[in-house]
């Protein structure tokens, strides 16, 4: 940015890559208006809990039969730091974002290694799994929660949603050690619909860390990457969802839980394991559910997520899920290319998001990570290509991981260039405020994607903000619904 000379090698780059993205003569520039808006403040917490008044004998069982969708509301987990600052606020956010993606990298890592260590594995065992399972919620937050009920009659808590996690579990009491919680720690002696699940059952075989006590009743343990634990009884429990009750849900006890977590209760795994919620209720609710995140800086309801065939939209485009046979909690899509302007960005090509034998690479949709990391390469050629279309604007420095930022300070609204994601079978174009964010009161805002030296890209939830996002499994498929939120 200080100096104006430039070696003949980068002029030279620089002028092709202008002249590939101004080849499409036969339609313009495609330019996005983006709104300025201010960081957001915290938003506030308006929730009732009058349906944990209701007598259980008038709530809904949820069965194979039922054909409407169980749907509750998301809020970001910024509603529980109401004192702070907006400024303060994204800082945590960049936090926790460096630190939940920092993670999942060690977890693809440790599945590579063990592929190539270990080519073959026995019969029965799943291939690359260490004991060590990603979650949201150790990793800072999984950004957004819900509010559930817990047992007979139902104790509604605080509980992070989390895609890129298989177990359930909540605090319960006695506690040998537990965090602090907004909600009373969860007594399942008051519950008539707590049951232990027995050592040698299917259910605790699934478990990744287990063990037995000396009633030869099932225990649990969930390490996280930052050296968080959480330890107790597996156990079936009823949720209630509003008021409609799932029956037998497999989940944690958790007596001893400690590390870097948040005010929520527990965490509901929404991964592609066998011991995720969506896996457990296949029967009921049809291995489907979506979600949609609002636009905090614009919208002040709250996002919602709903599951059974009701979540899924007629309005969606829908790629393919793909498997990767060394990782099976995380949703795996095929990138085939970005546009920025209207115009295929050449050096973003397919082979940047394979997914290699040993496990690495590939693109997955992440709900817990905020903002989108791109493999190294693609990042570079999507940044210049965006840097170009918007060569008009007024530049600003760098801000924390992000290298392409602006100041837009008095302006209302300025024109910035479009950019899709090209997915197989699906095409989705952004809106401006999905990849221009504010990072400051001044008037600053930045790309918000970044580059890594890993393999893995992760789409995260700021590009998602206003899709619904809808995951039908039976399908193997993801869909996004733009204006998804109405």
Not at 240 to 251: D, G, I, M, S
Not at 288 to 294: E, R, T
Request: aromatic share 8%.
């Amino acid at each position: 940015m200080g100096g104006r000379s430039k070696s003949p090698l980068l002029f030279s780059s620089s002028v092709i890559l202008l002249l590939s993205l101004s080849a499409a003569v036969s339609s313009p520039f495609e330019l996005h208006s983006l709104h300025v808006r201010p960081l957001p403040s915290a938003p506030a917490l308006l929730w009732s809990d009058s349906d944990s008044l209701v007598d259980t004998s008038e709530l809904d069982k949820v069965n194979s039969n039922t054909t409407l969708g169980l749907q509750v509301e998301l809020h970001h987990v910024d509603a529980l730091s109401s004192e702070e600052s907006s400024e303060r606020l994204f800082d945590l956010l960049l936090q926790r974002d460096a630190l939940r993606v920092e993670t999942i990298y060690s977890h693809v890592s440790k599945a590579a290694a063990a592929a190539r260590t270990h080519p073959r594995v026995p019969p029965g065992r799943r291939p690359g799994f260490s004991s060590s399972i990603i979650s949201g919620l150790a990793q800072g937050s999984g950004e957004y929660f819900t509010r559930l009920g817990v047992g007979t009659p139902p104790r509604y808590l605080y509980m992070v949603l989390d895609t890129g996690s298989d177990v359930i579990w909540v605090q319960c009491s006695p506690c040998k050690k537990c965090y602090s919680q907004t909600d009373p720690i969860f007594d399942p002696t008051k519950s008539r619909s707590f049951s232990g699940i027995p050592c040698g059952s299917p259910l605790c075989r699934s478990l990744d860390s287990s063990g037995c006590n000396h009633r030869r009743m099932c225990l649990y343990q969930v390490s996280y990457g930052d050296g968080s634990v959480t330890f107790g009884d597996f156990s079936t429990e009823t949720l209630t969802f509003r008021r409609n009750r799932v029956e037998r849900v497999a989940l944690g006890c958790g007596h001893n839980n400690q590390g870097l977590f948040v005010g929520a209760a527990g965490l509901l795994g929404l991964g592609r394991g066998r011991l995720s919620f969506p896996s457990q209720t296949g029967r009921q609710l049809n291995r489907k559910f979506s979600y949609c995140l609002v636009d905090r800086s614009a919208s002040s309801k709250p996002s919602s997520m709903v599951f059974g065939d009701a979540a899924i939209p007629r309005t969606a485009v829908f790629t393919p899920l793909l498997t990767n046979p060394k990782l099976d909690t995380f949703y795996y899509v095929q990138l085939l290319g970005i546009s920025v302007g209207g115009t295929r960005v050449p050096k973003i090509r397919p082979s940047l998001f394979k997914i290699g034998r040993d496990g690495n690479g590939g693109v997955i949709i992440d709900s817990g990570t905020s903002v989108s990391r791109l493999t190294r390469p693609a990042y570079i050629a999507l940044r210049d290509a965006f840097r170009l279309g918007a060569s008009n604007l007024k530049r600003a420095p760098s801000f924390s991981l992000f290298d392409t930022c602006y100041d837009f300070t008095g302006k209302a609204s300025v024109k910035v260039p479009t950019v899709v994601l090209h997915f197989r079978g699906a095409d989705v174009s952004l809106p401006a405020t999905n990849y221009l964010i504010p990072v400051d009161s001044q008037g600053t805002f930045c790309f918000a994607f970044a580059g890594t030296m890993s393999g893995l890209s992760i789409i995260g939830n700021i590009q998602q903000q206003g899709f619904r996002v809808a995951y039908d499994l039976a399908e193997s498929r993801i869909g996004f619904a733009p204006n998804g939120c109405a």
